[in-house]
Structure formats: C-alpha cells, structure tokens
C-alpha cells in the first residue's frame, strides 16, 4: 500500500509540473540555435592553441580568466570578476629511485601530488598497503611508521566485493596517520601514463612527500615486494604562497525573482601537464556556450542566473570555496536556489540532482527534451559525491545537480589529470549536447514558477550526508562539522 500511495503521489506530481511548466517553445529555439551556431568547440580550441594550460595563480591562468570574461562580455552580460587570494601551490623538481637497498637505487617515472612539501628527501624501505584504505593497515599498522606506503589509486582487481574506493588526498591522510613518510600512488592507467592531482583534503601542505608512478612499474615493484624488501627515494622541491586568482561572473538577471539565483558554474583552471581540454574545457566553455545561447536569443528567466567560471578547483575547490564563503558574509546564500555543476560533462542522458523530489520536475523536462532528440534517454539521478566544485554549496545545504548518464569522449577517462589531456579528445557533437541539453535545463529551473527544495537545515543536512556515506571522507577531511 505504501508503495501505491507513492506512486500516485509520483504522478500527481508529474501533472503537477507539466501544468505548470510549458517550455518546449524556448527549448526548441534553444536546440536549433545551438546545432547550428554553438562557439563551444571553436573557443576551447583556441584556449587550448594560445593559453595552453590553465594553472590558478600562473600566468596562463590570469589569460583563462580574461578570455572567459571577454567572452562573456561580448554576449552582452553584466561580467564581474570575483578576486580571491589564497595559499596555492606549484611543482618544481622531482626525482624518485627505487632498488633493493637503499644504496642501490634507479630512476622511475613520476610525477609530484599536489600539496607535497617544499622541499623533501626521504629514503626508506617500502610498504604495500593495497587500496590504502583503513581496512588495508589494520593488520600491518605497527610495520607503517617510518616506511613509504605504497598504495593504488582505485581498487586493486582481485578486491573483495564491495571494497570501496578513497580520493587519492584521503589515502594520502590515512597512510600520514599511520606513520609513513611519503607515498607512492599507483595509476591505474596502462602505458606508463601518470597522474597528478591534490594529495591533500583541506588544499593546504601535507607533511610527507606523495608521488604517482606508472601502473607498469607500480605493479611490479608489488610483485617484488613479495619477496624482498625494496626500498624508494623521493627528492622534490616545490612552490607554495599566496596567489592571486578571479573567479568570473556573468549575471542574467530575473524578471519576477532577482533575488533567487540558479548558479551554473565549472571550473575553468586545470593542472599544468597538458591543457585540460577534458578537465574541464568541456565543462566550463560548455558553460560559457550556454550564456551565449541565452544572450543570442533574448530568453529571460524568472530568476536571476549566473554563469560562474571557478578558479582553482584542481588545488582544493578554492573558488567555489571562496564564492560560498563570500555568500556566507553577505547573507546572500539562501538567494541560491539551485546550483549546476558541470566538471568533464559531456553528452548527458539526463538530469542529476542531490534532491530526489526534483524527479518529477527533472523527468518532466527531460520529456520535452526527448521530443526533440530521442538521444537523450531522460535518465534521472539521485544522490551526492565530492571533490568538485558543487561540495563547498551542498555543504551548507544548497541543492545541486548537473548532467547524467554520459560518457568522456574518444576513451579520454585515462588521460583525466595527465599529460594526454589535449583537445583532439574532444567531441564537438558531444560538447554542443552539453550546452543545450544543460542550457534547457538552466532555462526551466530559472523559469518553473516553484523550486520544490530548499536549503537544507543543519540538522537535516548531517542526515543527508550520513544517508549518502559521506560522513567518513568528510571526516578525513576535517570537514564533518558535527563532532560525532
């Protein structure tokens, strides 16, 4: 009876917002205007040819943000930059051996984490501690103190069913707990392709050094370890001080609702190895698309929207950190309605929301969208992760979502944070399903004349998150503000 009672509940709301909601009109203008005109493809590849990559604080970064503000201001929006200054971080030298003696010792392949010390020389022996997560130390815990940990940065094959993974910042957290001097992360990537990254869950310093290695030379120096001790040096210097970086601000803004805003943003650096045409060219200029659209056909919203380009997502959400915190002085955070996120999107399926009441709204969107391209399958999901750019808003309880169901183009997934990020992985058909399916979506939240969610209390949010298994990486990460 429970579940008839809510099934029916289900449908009325389903009615509810077809009643209310007739947007197939601007979606139609918004799907042709973008087939047929998107810049998304063409802008990104001229980022990706004349800045290269997009370091927060570095030069090449300050040409990111002027572009995305020349840009924006050429579509004919109110543009702001919103200017931040924060402790960051940069590499500079690094060198790692590994032998079976500590005098014997030969150069392997590798790449700093993000956050390692300024300046460090370890040598010790080695240590496998698998998937580096806490159920991995239990039995060794005494043998860590002293040694590198050496650790995988997903879940090893061959895992017990269920085995879950940690962000490589929060393995990172564990293995400094237990002692280690330094880590040496595992790709999972085959051909020798390496990754780098935060290794530091508050995007501050970490005291030991973390390095990645290939999956090739990880795997065997594991096989090794069975047998003999193998010992690792990591030397590097690095940088870190205060920097200056924008995020930036195009504001449309509402007819009837100014003062509620659906924030539409992605984070426009990337890390400094390729040129982060994936990570996140095809988020934050899919989103710099989706202004276009709007400017070029005059639509108007309800509410006020503002498409955020966020700096300095790669060295620890300091952007979007910096954008809630200022939100958080001015009093202005309830004015957030909803916020989008978009991070290495592309060809979404559907609709994706932290709120599972948004479904009957979200669903009924989507079979407008359907109507026009049957590609788009109209899935919904329901449910919350970290590590980008909508955490630091759906930690103080604002209902975020995005894209659902699609897929990274041209097998780019192993290439995320390396050298390989380059444009020619890019899917111009792909990144122009971004902007429209996710311009569509802006429109109706910006126009439904109720948004069914609000900000969660504290003590509805601490529920949420439990619920969602998010209470120990937040807790690793010294951001679980409840104290139990």
């Excluded at 130390?137 to 940690?166: C, D, F, H, W």
């Excluded at 509410?303 to 620890?316: I, K, L, N, S």
Aim: a positive charge; one cysteine or more; hydrophobic letters at 40%.
């Amino acid at each position: 009876m429970k579940k008839l009672i809510l099934s029916v509940a289900f449908v009325v709301l389903l009615l509810q917002a077809n009643a209310q909601d007739n947007f197939s009109n601007a979606f139609r203008q918004i799907n042709t205007e973008v087939q047929n005109h998107s810049q998304a493809y063409q802008n990104l590849k001229q980022a990706t040819e004349k800045i290269g990559h997009r370091l927060t604080g570095s030069a090449n970064g300050a040409k990111a943000e002027e572009l995305a503000y020349n840009l924006f201001k050429s579509y004919g929006f109110e543009v702001r930059y919103q200017p931040f200054e924060v402790e960051s971080w940069d590499r500079k030298t690094l060198a790692v051996k590994v032998g079976n003696t500590a005098s014997n010792l030969s150069a392997v392949k590798a790449v700093t984490l993000a956050h390692s010390p300024v300046k460090a020389n370890v040598t010790a022996e080695l240590i496998d501690v698998g998937n580096g997560l806490e159920a991995d130390y239990q039995p060794i815990k005494e043998k860590v103190k002293g040694k590198i940990a050496l650790l995988y940065i997903g879940v090893l094959p061959g895992s017990p069913a269920g085995t879950a993974s940690l962000h490589r910042s929060e393995k990172t957290a564990i293995a400094t707990k237990y002692g280690a001097i330094g880590v040496v992360i595992i790709n999972k990537v085959d051909g020798g392709v390496l990754l780098t990254g935060t290794a530091s869950v508050t995007g501050k310093l970490i005291p030991i050094p973390a390095v990645c290695i290939g999956l090739e030379d990880g795997m065997a120096l594991k096989e090794k370890l069975k047998s003999a001790p193998q010992y690792a040096k990591i030397e590097m210097t690095n940088f870190s001080g205060m920097i200056k970086a924008r995020n930036v601000i195009a504001t449309l803004k509402g007819t009837e609702f100014p003062n509620e805003k659906i924030v539409v943003g992605g984070h426009l650096d990337s890390w400094d190895l390729a040129t982060g045409a994936i990570d996140n060219g095809i988020g934050s200029f899919a989103i710099i698309d989706m202004a276009r659209t709007f400017s070029k056909l005059k639509l108007q919203t309800k509410r006020t929207v503002e498409f955020v380009m966020f700096m300095g997502e790669e060295q620890g959400l300091l952007g979007s950190k910096a954008y809630v915190l200022q939100s958080l002085k001015d009093k202005t955070l309830d004015q957030v309605r909803f916020m989008l996120n978009y991070d290495m999107t592309n060809d979404p399926k559907g609709f994706s929301t932290t709120r599972k009441e948004m479904e009957p709204l979200f669903k009924a969107w989507g079979a407008e969208v359907v109507k026009i391209d049957t590609g788009f399958r109209n899935l919904f999901h329901a449910g919350a992760g970290l590590h980008s750019d909508h955490q630091p808003f759906m930690l103080e309880g604002v209902p975020t979502g995005g894209g659902a169901g699609g897929k990274l183009p041209n097998n780019s997934g192993p290439f995320y944070h390396s050298d390989g990020d380059g444009f020619h992985l890019v899917d111009e058909q792909g990144l122009k399903n971004t902007v429209r399916y996710s311009a569509m979506l802006t429109y109706a939240l910006a126009n439904t004349p109720q948004i069914p969610v609000k900000r969660f209390s504290n003590a509805e949010l601490k529920i949420f998150l439990e619920r969602q298994k998010l209470k120990e990486p937040l807790k690793i990460a010294g951001e679980w503000k409840w104290g139990d």
